[in-house]
């Protein structure tokens, strides 16, 4: 499965204002998105066959990290205990490679 199927099953329906092309649009904020790049890095941990070949040196060593970090990158800085915040660090650096690594390859720019 790739990333893009793995999005559109993700997706919930489109509201009443999304429908409407006079609505005022609101972009996704960088949380958001970070989100659903945490729910994806999930399920490829979970599963290793959804793992694309762009991806799997950033997954490998993202597997290096215990699971609690991948909670913790889902918590605001200030939820954590000081004694993990290296560990939520590392967690939200690799989330963060991922979802370059996925712009990049849906923009072309990286050879699948």
């Not at 099953?9 to 949380?31: L, M, T, W």
């Not at 997954?59 to 205990?81: D, I, N, S, V, Y």
Request: charged share 30%.
């Amino acid at each position: 499965m790739g990333v893009r199927e793995w999005l559109r099953r993700k997706k919930e329906p489109a509201g009443e204002s999304a429908q409407r092309f006079d609505a005022p649009r609101f972009p996704a904020a960088p949380e958001d998105m970070l989100l659903t790049v945490l729910d994806y890095i999930a399920d490829m941990l979970s599963d290793k066959r959804l793992v694309p070949s762009y991806l799997r040196g950033e997954m490998a060593t993202a597997r290096r990290l215990p699971a609690q970090a991948w909670e913790l990158a889902r918590k605001c800085r200030e939820e954590c205990p000081a004694e993990l915040l290296e560990t939520r660090s590392a967690a939200m650096n690799y989330a963060q490679r991922v979802a370059v690594a996925v712009l990049k390859a849906q923009l072309g720019k990286w050879r699948l």
